[in-house]
C-alpha cells in the first residue's frame, strides 16, 4: 500500500502575521524526481489556496476591530478547541491567573447553536 503523510504546522509571528510550514513524505517513487516534483507541485498549490483564505480571513477580522464577533464554534471545532483551553490553562498557571470555563464566550455560542439546529 502507497502511504503519504503530510504535515503543516501554523505559529503567530506577531498579532497579523503568521509562519506556514509543510512537509510531505511518502513511501512510493522514492527517488523518482518526476513523482516529487508533482507531489511538491500539487502540495504547494493546496497550501498557497489555504494561505490565501487565511489571509482574506485576516482581513474580515481586521474591519471588525476593535470589537470582533463572538466565535462560532461546531463539533468539528471539539479538538482544536481542548487543546486551546489546555495551552490557556498551563499559561493561567504559569503566570499566577486564573480563568474558569465559563469565561470562554465561544462555548455559550456553541451551545446556542447547537440547540438551534436540534429545533429545527
Known amino acids: 500500500m502507497c502511504r503519504q503523510k503530510t504535515m ?11 509562519h506556514y510550514f509543510w512537509s510531505v513524505s511518502r513511501d512510493f517513487g522514492v527517488g523518482q524526481d ?18 490565501d483564505a487565511c489571509e482574506a480571513i485576516e482581513h474580515i477580522i481586521a474591519a471588525w476591530e476593535p470589537d470582533y464577533p463572538m466565535e ?24 499566577g491567573t486564573s480563568r474558569t470555563k465559563l469565561d470562554h464566550p465561544s462555548d455559550s455560542a456553541a451551545r446556542a447553536a447547537a440547540l438551534a439546529s436540534r429545533e429545527r
Not at 503543516?8 to 503568521?18: G, L, M, V
Not at 518526476?34 to 494561505?51: G, N, P
Not at 463539533?75 to 486551546?84: T, W, Y
Open 8 to 18: 503543516h504546522a501554523i505559529t503567530p509571528e506577531t498579532r497579523t502575521t503568521t
Open 34 to 51: 518526476c513523482v516529487t516534483e508533482y507531489m511538491l507541485t500539487a502540495v504547494k498549490k493546496v497550501f498557497e489556496q489555504d494561505i
Open 72 to 95: 462560532l464554534n461546531i463539533k468539528v471545532d471539539g479538538g482544536p478547541l481542548q487543546a486551546r483551553r489546555i495551552l490557556e490553562r498551563m499559561g493561567h498557571e504559569e503566570f
